[in-house]
Structure formats: C-alpha cells, structure tokens
C-alpha cells in the first residue's frame, strides 16, 4: 500500500492539499497520513481540530479511503517525530501550512523536509502551477523551430566562416564601432540559436 | 606604434593558430559550452569558473577567454532575463546602485588585464588571470562546500549572520532603504561591493560568486531577491564587459558562437535539473567542481612561469602538470554535467512513472 503524507493547516475537507490527496488516492491502494499543524498547543484547540478531522475521516472512509489524522501544535521536536514515525512514503503533499520561525530553526520547513526525506516533496501550490502550465503548454511549434533553426544555420554555416575576415576589419580593430558590432551579433545570435536549442528537453521529453 | 600594430594582428590570429594547429580544439570549446552552460543552468549562475580555465587550457590566453566568456555570458543573461522578468523578485534599484561601480570595477579589469597581455604577452595574461582565479575562488569554493555540509547535518540552516553583524558595524551613512530587498545599506559599503563584484567579473568572468553571496550575507538580502537582482545585474555587466572587451579588440567572436553552440543547449538541462534534483546535491556539486577547477589551475600555473622564464621545469615536468590541468578539470567538468543530466532524467522517469501510477487509479 501506498502512502501521502499530508502536512497542512487548514481543517477542511475543501482544503486544496486535502483535495489533491484524495484525488491522488482513489482507486489506487494508497492510504492519506495528515498532519495538521495548529497555531498553539491549547487543549481546546486540539479538540476542535481533531472533531473537524474525524468527520473527514468518515467521510473519506465511505468512498473506500484510508485516512488517518495527527493534530500537532508549533514544535518542531514534536513536529519532525511525527514526520520520521510515519515514513516511509510516497509523496509529502504541503499545503497551507504555517511553519513559524521557530519550527524553521528546528528544521521544520519546506525546504529541511526536501533534504531529509528521500521521497518527493512538493506543495499544493507546485501541483497547481503544474496543472496550470500543463494546459498552457501547446507542445512543439515546429513553425517557430524551423525558422529558427534556418537562422542557426546561417549562423554557423555563412557568418562563421567570415569571422575571420570581419575580425580584421571591424570586430577585433579595437574601436568603439568594433565594440557596438559584437554586441549586436551576441544579441542576434544568442536570441537565433537559444530558440533553436529550446525545444531540445521537448524532444527528451524532460518537459511537456 | 608599430608594436601596437603587430600586437593587433596577434590578437587577431591566436585564434585561428591554436584551431589550426587542431582542429579538436573547436570541439573542446564547445564541450566547454555544454557543460558551463549546463552548470549554469543547475546552479543558477556560473558556469564561467569552467569555461574561463578550460580555454586557458586550450591555449587561449587569459584575457581572450575572459573577454570570451563575459561576451558569453551577456547574450545568456539576455535570454535568462525573459524568464527572470516573469518571476518580478528584484530590487532595480539595488541593482541599479551597484552597476554604478560595478561598471568602473569592469572597466578597471579590462585595463589591468590588457596591461598584463601588452607587457608580458600571452603567459603573463593567463598567470594573472590563474593567480587571481585560485585566490578568490579557492575562498569561495571552500565557504560553499562547508555551507552544503552545514546544510546537510542541520537541513533548513539559514544563511550565517556573521557577516550581517559585522557589516552592521560599518553601516556609515547616508543608509539607502531598498523597498523589495527590505533592508537598509550603507552606501559606502553597496559601492565598495559593487566594485568588487565588478572587478571580479571583469578579471575572470565570475561576478554572481561574490554577487550573491554580498548580498545575502553582507546586506541581508533575502536568497530569492539576491539570485533574481544578480541575473538581471549580469546582463547590464555582460554587455558592459563586452563593449569593453571589444572596444580594446580582445573578443573573437568563433569563441562565443562555439561556446554558445555548447551553452545554449546544455542551459535547458540544467534548469529542468533543479526542479528535480535535490537543493543540496547542487550544492555540494558547485562546490566540489569549483574546488577542483582551482586545484587544475594550480597545475597550470608552472607552465605560465616557465614561459616567462621565472622558474625551470624538465620537460617531463611540464607535460605532467599540463596533463594534470586538463585531467582536472575536463574531468570534473564532464562529470559533473554527467551527474547533472543522470539526476535530471533519473528523477524525470521517476516522477513519470509516480504520476502515471497515481493518474491511473484517479481515472
């Protein structure tokens, strides 16, 4: 069986975190471990968060989902046990959760938890602008590469060649004209040939 | 008068005698490009302590490589900032405050480094240029590595305060509010690292080593401001560095369009890289490379002193440590762009086939 760990401050249901680990965990044998971090350590607090998070439980046990609940306040000793006791897991899924100065400085922070755990970390937030950038992203423009790729080739099989000649001449003579020219040509250059290359982690299919 | 002439046309032909005396030389270059730029992509910034050797390597002189890679890195910052503008994490106006020196910093290295070429010719250029490279980077290489492995037993460390502190002692006025960065600067200090930064970047290439680290440790900038105003600084510095370069005949363009033949593709790689691989392997990688670029350098520094007739090595000598240069730091270039693009596509497949198990039960 699978695992998420689930590592919020917001008690709903709705909760975007929440929603993501429960769409994640449907059907595919994967139980949700949430720790749900509160603002103080007041018994009253806890309670409330625990009655809110029980119902969910109900509700997650009728569609055939796993889901156990762990309400802590803000210390990190306490914070990180609760971390290392239910590792291993698949995925740490962060959502709204408020990591006070003081859990930071105890290693309690995005960034502490993508160093020491050896599983994926990741924020509802990241999930988001993934889900985002996935229905922006339109593929390969073959039409934009081809030009390109004609300006690249210009590049590198006429005005290559000619460096020497135009070193010469104008680029290497030392003047301010030398100067201004050579930057124009990085400009050009830089601009034809980096959106040639651009689609290269496309064609790796490092990117979608 | 004369010899300025006859100077010109040395500059103008180094080039084309170090390609035709091999015509793999190119190919190095660009490989050079391929893994700078793929560094350059992982680390954020970077990417020259590489190439700038590596060409010394090849047998450019000093201060062709650097007019080569700071023209280089001009037209990547270039690219860099259409990104960079979308993300809005700079202070213009500290950059702003230390292109101001930063520029006479640049123009101040070109100066000297041509003054080294003119005098001593092509060793003297790249001793200069060596020396510089071990002192400075040695120091920055060892203040990473031993940041990493701070990072590493205690994760989520934050940035050291000690030098926060200490440049707290020299806050001399008048103090200038930075509204995005929130912090408030000396202006005797911000222009006094600006210089530095600028010097640095015109002597070897490497300005965003001390650029962000300033500002992070010295100002107390926040990391994600100090890396977005640094980028958006390189670009201004790049095109200053190259006009400057330029103007004193020092950049052979067949240099820069075959390091960006190399860059330009290996700068994707690196930046898909890390979204995917660990913070403190990228780290850890910077910091062992730039340490094993200097020990490479040390290695070349014999040669330089044997062509200026300073110091006298047997033959055998001299091949061995030329060896050693090379072995260094192709070596570690290579594997590191090795490591890079296996975590890269390791953690891709890895990821592809989390999301498929986990798409698959949604459905």
């Known amino acids: 069986m699978k695992k998420i760990i689930l590592i919020d401050s917001i008690w709903d249901i709705r909760s975007p975190a929440l929603q993501y680990a429960l769409t994640a965990a449907k059907g595919t044998d994967t139980e949700i471990a949430g720790i749900f971090l509160t603002s103080d350590s007041t018994s009253k607090t806890f309670e409330d968060a625990e009655a809110t998070l029980e119902a969910i439980k109900q509700e997650f046990a009728a569609g055939g989902i796993t889901f156990s609940s762990y309400v802590t306040g803000p210390e990190p000793g306490a914070f990180i046990r609760r971390i290392d006791d239910l590792m291993p897991a698949s995925l740490v899924l962060i959502g709204e959760a408020n990591f006070t100065g003081e859990m930071k400085k105890g290693g309690a922070s995005i960034e502490a938890l993508k160093e020491k755990l050896t599983c994926p970390v990741t924020t509802a937030g990241n999930l988001a602008g993934a889900q985002a950038g996935k229905k922006a992203a339109k593929g390969i423009n073959w039409g934009k590469f081809i030009m390109y790729a004609i300006g690249s080739i210009f590049m590198y099989g006429i005005f290559y060649p000619k460096i020497v000649t135009l070193n010469g001449s104008l680029f290497m003579k030392g003047t301010v004209l030398g100067g201004l020219a050579i930057m124009a040509v990085v400009i050009v250059h830089a601009w034809v040939w980096g959106n040639t290359t651009y689609i290269l982690p496309k064609i790796f299919k490092l990117e979608d | ?363």
């Not at chain 2, 890679?69 to 202070?91: C, P, Q, R, W, Y």
């Open chain 2, 1 to 363: 008068m004369h010899e300025v002439a006859a100077e010109a046309i040395d500059k103008i032909n180094v080039v084309t005698q170090i390609f035709d005396a091999n015509v793999w030389t190119m190919v190095g270059v660009v490989l050079l490009g391929f893994m700078g730029g793929t560094l350059s992509g992982f680390i954020g910034s970077g990417g020259a302590f590489l190439m700038t050797p590596g060409m010394m390597n090849l047998g450019v002189p000093g201060v062709m490589a650097v007019s080569a890679n700071i023209t280089h890195k001009f037209g990547k910052a270039m690219m860099g900032s259409k990104k960079h503008g979308e993300l809005g994490n700079v202070d213009k106006k500290l950059a702003v405050f230390l292109l101001a020196t930063a520029a006479v910093g640049i123009r101040a290295a070109v100066v000297v480094n041509g003054y080294f070429f003119e005098k001593l010719g092509k060793s003297g250029s790249s001793l200069y240029v060596s020396l510089f490279f071990v002192l400075t980077l040695s120091i920055i290489g060892y203040s990473l590595l031993k940041d990493a492995l701070k990072s590493r037993k205690e994760p989520g460390a934050g940035p050291s305060e000690k030098l926060l502190n200490l440049s707290r002692k020299f806050q001399f006025k008048p103090l200038i509010h930075f509204k995005v960065a929130n912090v408030h600067v000396s202006l005797v200090v911000l222009l006094a690292i600006g210089f530095c930064v600028g010097f640095m970047a015109g002597t070897i290439g490497v300005g965003g080593f001390i650029g962000v680290p300033a500002m992070i440790y010295v100002f107390g900038v926040p990391t994600v401001v100090a890396a977005g105003t640094e980028l958006f600084l390189a670009m201004f510095m790049g095109a200053w560095g190259a006009f400057n370069y330029g103007m004193q005949g020092y950049v052979d363009l067949r240099l820069v369009l075959l390091l960006y033949a190399g860059s330009l593709t290996g700068i994707y790689f690196g930046a898909i890289g890390t979204h995917l691989v660990k913070e403190l392997y990228i780290r850890l990688v910077t910091a062992v490379l730039i340490i094993l670029c200097v020990v490479s350098r040390i290695f070349a520094i014999p040669e330089y002193l044997q062509e200026l007739n300073i110091v006298e090595f047997s033959e055998g000598s001299s091949v061995m440590f030329e060896i050693c240069s090379k072995i260094f730091l192709f070596g570690s270039g290579i594997m590191a762009t090795f490591l890079i693009l296996f975590w890269t596509f390791q953690a891709k497949a890895k990821k592809r086939a989390s999301d498929l198990s986990f798409s698959h039960g949604s459905d």
